[in-house]
């Protein structure tokens, strides 16, 4: 292992993953949904460990009035993040080769709004997380929010023995890093197959296990076998970043402030009972057993009234982001699947499925008005929860966005032709980015340069690559089988897909 690389891995570059959290709409959300006023207007973002930068790519191109700089300290990383900007003609990014310790001690950083790390606090050092601390505390303007995603204790506390297991193997088998894997997971699954106590007695490590079988290596390699790692009690990362001057606002995950579908009464009323905010969260945990948090601080806690909080809220948009078909009437909780209210939730699904609209606009339908604003925030956070419902940008700018989003989605469905490596497609309308599947990509590109034979388009791309379609995880061998499956799924894609595509500008 090199000095550079701090006992991170290396050998593999990090999965090519868009996180919603990271956008900086989401995190205003989750502070305006906390009651507290977040930076608006035209912003600095700072990423801290970009990985392969798609995130920031994404952000950058879909919000042109968030100037983006994203570090890594893998030259790999920036390499390749600043060939998709340059491709996405992407210009509103700064992407830097740097540790932590050189941007701590760069004079001409300047200040932010957000900073921003996801994956990143459980995975370093203490020295570097010290130094990311002294980052926030110089870094982060007045006003401004952070946001810190870590694994949790007690919800990693019966897996942390399985990790354990992994990096020890691989140290002791040594060579190529996918081969170490792999005798890592071999042995977890004799040791589970013989019985060993370490399974039966801590029963959720066989679903990990199982779960972890189906990952990507290249996430199994970065999860599992840095050198440094470390989960936390919320209540001692709280502390941490209090050090630097900065508050608790609360989850971004806005499904887990929607206590009715976390919680049983009992377990609300012993919450409620505990009148430090802190150690209320910690009990929390207990209560879920939450394998990993995702905190939003501030710099400068400032409450909005409840007039100006529903204001804010009135004006704010949404959209849907799925077909309305594919929102599932039930959700998966802590306390169980639990059954959406048909009365609430098939009108909001319905009107957010015509185009985005206000809260305002919401609650003056027809068919929402007798609903009331608590039932119908509570609504609108679940969805997004399960991902459904996404929150949208303003309409005024749509259209500047949409030159950034057309140039960077161009240049995923160029790619296309060549692997299916970036699964995400860029929207005007909420700032981020959805899923597209690479045939659903190629049958965008074959509708771009109006292809007359759709499925030859995709399977050409296939054939000149010597690749072939996945059917249930094994490969499909002849021609014939393959050209089926593209039929099959270009029927999801035009019934589906491209409504919702539509509906978030991306075509």
């Given at each position: 292992?090199?000095?550079?690389?701090?006992?991170?891995?290396?050998?593999?570059?990090?999965?090519?993953?868009?996180?919603?959290?990271?956008?900086?709409?989401?995190?205003?959300?989750?502070?305006?949904?906390?009651?507290?006023?977040?930076?608006?207007?035209?912003?600095?973002?700072?990423?801290?460990?970009?990985?392969?930068?798609?995130?920031?790519?994404?952000?950058?191109?879909?919000?042109?009035?968030?100037?983006?700089?994203?570090?890594?300290?893998?030259?790999?990383?920036?390499?390749?993040?600043?060939?998709?900007?340059?491709?996405?003609?992407?210009?509103?990014?700064?992407?830097?080769?740097?540790?932590?310790?050189?941007?701590?001690?760069?004079?001409?950083?300047?200040?932010?709004?957000?900073?921003?790390?996801?994956?990143?606090?459980?995975?370093?050092?203490?020295?570097?997380?010290?130094?990311?601390?002294?980052?926030?505390?110089?870094?982060?303007?007045?006003?401004?929010?952070?946001?810190v995603s870590y694994n949790a204790l007690p919800g990693w506390a019966a897996a942390a023995p399985l990790r354990r297991l992994f990096t020890e193997t691989a140290a002791l088998k040594g060579g190529p890093l996918f081969e170490r894997i792999d005798a890592s997971l071999d042995l977890a699954k004799r040791l589970q197959a013989v019985e060993a106590r370490y399974f039966s007695q801590a029963p959720t490590v066989g679903g990990r296990l199982e779960g972890l079988a189906k990952q990507q290596k290249a996430?199994?390699?970065?999860?599992?076998?840095?050198?440094?790692?470390?989960?936390?009690?919320?209540?001692?990362?709280?502390?941490?970043?209090?050090?630097?001057?900065?508050?608790?606002?609360?989850?971004?995950?806005?499904?887990?402030?929607?206590?009715?579908?976390?919680?049983?009464?009992?377990?609300?009323?012993?919450?409620?009972?505990?009148?430090?905010?802190?150690?209320?969260?910690?009990?929390?945990?207990?209560?879920?057993?939450?394998?990993?948090?995702?905190?939003?601080?501030?710099?400068?806690?400032?409450?909005?009234?409840?007039?100006?909080?529903?204001?804010?809220?009135?004006?704010?948009?949404?959209?849907?982001?799925?077909?309305?078909?594919?929102?599932?009437?039930?959700?998966?909780?802590?306390?169980?699947?639990?059954?959406?209210?048909?009365?609430?939730?098939?009108?909001?699904?319905?009107?957010?499925?015509?185009?985005?609209?206000?809260?305002?606009?919401?609650?003056?339908?027809?068919?929402?008005?007798?609903?009331?604003?608590?039932?119908?925030?509570?609504?609108?956070?679940?969805?997004?929860?399960?991902?459904?419902?996404?929150?949208?940008?303003?309409?005024?700018?749509?259209?500047?966005?949409?030159?950034?989003?057309?140039?960077?989605?161009?240049?995923?469905?160029?790619?296309?032709?060549?692997?299916?490596?970036?699964?995400?497609?860029?929207?005007?309308?909420?700032?981020?980015?959805?899923?597209?599947?690479?045939?659903?990509?190629?049958?965008?590109?074959?509708?771009?340069?109006?292809?007359?034979?759709?499925?030859?388009?995709?399977?050409?791309?296939?054939?000149?690559?010597?690749?072939r379609l996945l059917k249930d995880g094994e490969p499909l061998q002849d021609e014939a089988s393959n050209r089926a499956e593209i039929e099959a799924r270009l029927s999801a894609f035009h019934n589906t897909l491209m409504p919702t595509l539509a509906r978030l500008r991306i075509i």
């Amino acid at each position: 292992m090199t000095e550079w690389s701090d006992g991170y891995v290396t050998e593999v570059g990090y999965t090519h993953g868009f996180y919603r959290e990271l956008v900086p709409l989401s995190l205003q959300l989750a502070a305006l949904n906390a009651g507290v006023k977040p930076p608006t207007g035209r912003l600095r973002y700072l990423e801290l460990g970009c990985g392969q930068g798609l995130s920031a790519n994404i952000i950058a191109a879909a919000n042109p009035d968030v100037a983006v700089t994203a570090i890594d300290f893998n030259p790999a990383h920036i390499v390749g993040a600043r060939d998709l900007a340059r491709l996405a003609r992407n210009e509103r990014i700064d992407l830097r080769e740097a540790s932590f310790a050189d941007l701590a001690a760069d004079p001409g950083l300047g200040d932010f709004d957000i900073i921003a790390l996801h994956g990143i606090y459980s995975w370093v050092s203490s020295e570097n997380r010290a130094l990311i601390r002294d980052i926030a505390r110089r870094r982060l303007k007045t006003g401004g929010l952070l946001y810190v995603s870590y694994n949790a204790l007690p919800g990693w506390a019966a897996a942390a023995p399985l990790r354990r297991l992994f990096t020890e193997t691989a140290a002791l088998k040594g060579g190529p890093l996918f081969e170490r894997i792999d005798a890592s997971l071999d042995l977890a699954k004799r040791l589970q197959a013989v019985e060993a106590r370490y399974f039966s007695q801590a029963p959720t490590v066989g679903g990990r296990l199982e779960g972890l079988a189906k990952q990507q290596k290249a996430y199994i390699a970065h999860e599992y076998l840095n050198a440094e790692w470390a989960p936390f009690y919320c209540t001692d990362v709280r502390r941490d970043f209090e050090g630097a001057k900065l508050s608790y606002v609360g989850q971004v995950q806005l499904s887990d402030q929607v206590d009715a579908i976390n919680f049983t009464a009992e377990q609300r009323t012993l919450l409620a009972e505990i009148k430090d905010a802190a150690f209320r969260d910690l009990v929390a945990d207990m209560i879920l057993n939450r394998p990993f948090r995702r905190d939003l601080f501030v710099r400068g806690r400032l409450a909005l009234d409840p007039a100006q909080l529903f204001e804010a809220w009135a004006a704010q948009r949404f959209v849907l982001a799925t077909a309305p078909q594919s929102v599932s009437r039930s959700i998966t909780t802590p306390l169980g699947t639990v059954g959406l209210q048909e009365a609430i939730y098939d009108p909001l699904i319905e009107a957010l499925a015509e185009r985005p609209k206000t809260v305002r606009e919401l609650m003056s339908a027809r068919a929402l008005a007798t609903i009331g604003w608590p039932r119908l925030n509570q609504a609108l956070l679940v969805l997004i929860g399960q991902g459904a419902v996404n929150p949208a940008l303003p309409q005024e700018g749509e259209e500047a966005r949409a030159v950034g989003t057309a140039h960077f989605n161009d240049a995923v469905l160029n790619a296309a032709r060549h692997n299916g490596q970036l699964s995400f497609l860029a929207s005007p309308v909420t700032g981020g980015a959805i899923a597209v599947d690479r045939i659903s990509q190629l049958a965008l590109l074959a509708r771009r340069e109006k292809a007359e034979a759709v499925v030859d388009f995709i399977w050409s791309a296939f054939a000149a690559q010597g690749q072939r379609l996945l059917k249930d995880g094994e490969p499909l061998q002849d021609e014939a089988s393959n050209r089926a499956e593209i039929e099959a799924r270009l029927s999801a894609f035009h019934n589906t897909l491209m409504p919702t595509l539509a509906r978030l500008r991306i075509i």
